[in-house]
């Protein structure tokens, strides 16, 4: 590229101290400077904000109440200025410190999306292995009838033109979204890089249930209700194969 794009990371964090500090570590310690970086703190009330103050490179902080992660994540989205918006939330962590200055040498115009890999840490930071969905070779809006085949953590969306989330959904808003911003999008970049480091855990059962719910409605919606019904007669089979190799999800 001949310039250089701004990209505003945004992160949302309630009662995150355990974690913050490293997800926050990922980003101000980026190669490459032209970042703005976002945290969006639910009114926490443990240690989290006196973390996030002990660093530097941190633009904006808005520490108050808010509906729920996709109401904050909103709040990011209006307070961002950059030419992207890259959500990364308490928790993940960019895969390396070069990762985006080798992203955006890497990048031929302004595409309206870039995705990535991911891959999956556990609470010691040992990395368990990639996702159970891999990011295709060419990525439309068709591809996510298969199931949220980029983690939300390394698709980065040209922030004119980003949707917002709908707070209709509580759980699965973001394939929603990224659906949504694939459909309008016209120039989709396959970085074929793994850009971020993605935490396992923290739903419950009664979240993945409720979120999978979710995620049948929105499906329906864009593919139909008899291809949806199909699709996830297969994502059953597959996820419970998955889950007897590897015992993770």
């Known amino acids: 590229m001949n310039t250089s794009p701004k990209i505003s990371i945004i992160t949302v964090v309630f009662n995150g101290e355990e974690h913050i500090g490293r997800t926050i570590e990922s980003v101000v310690g980026q190669t490459y400077k032209e970042l703005e970086y976002i945290i969006i703190d639910g009114k926490s009330t443990d240690r989290t904000l006196e973390l996030i103050g002990s660093y530097k490179g941190i633009h904006q902080v808005v520490s108050e109440p808010d509906n729920g992660l996709y109401d904050a994540m909103n709040k990011g989205l209006k307070a961002a ?113 793994v850009l971020s480091r993605f935490l396992e855990g923290g739903l419950t059962e009664h979240n993945i249930k409720a979120g999978l719910k979710e995620r049948f409605k929105i499906m329906k919606g864009f593919y139909g209700l008899i291809p949806t019904i199909l699709r996830h007669f297969v994502f059953g089979v597959r996820l419970t194969n998955f889950y007897l190799r590897h015992r993770r999800i």
């Not at 070779?137 to 390394?154: D, I, K, Y």
């Not at 709908?166 to 929603?176: F, G, H, Q, V, W």
């Not at 990224?178 to 970085?191: C, E, L, M, Y």
């Open 81 to 193: 200025t950059g030419d992207y918006v890259w959500f990364l939330n308490s928790g993940d962590q960019i895969c390396s410190n070069d990762t985006i200055e080798t992203l955006v040498a890497g990048l031929a115009g302004t595409p309206d999306i870039i995705y990535g890999g991911t891959m999956i840490i556990d609470e010691e930071q040992n990395e368990i292995g990639d996702r159970r969905l891999k990011p295709p070779a060419q990525l439309t809006w068709l591809s996510f009838r298969q199931g949220m085949v980029v983690c939300h953590q390394s698709f980065i969306v040209k922030r004119v033109g980003a949707p917002e989330y709908n707070l209709d959904y509580r759980l699965s808003a973001d394939i929603d979204w990224a659906i949504r911003a694939a459909k309008n999008a016209t120039q989709i970049h396959n970085s074929n890089m």
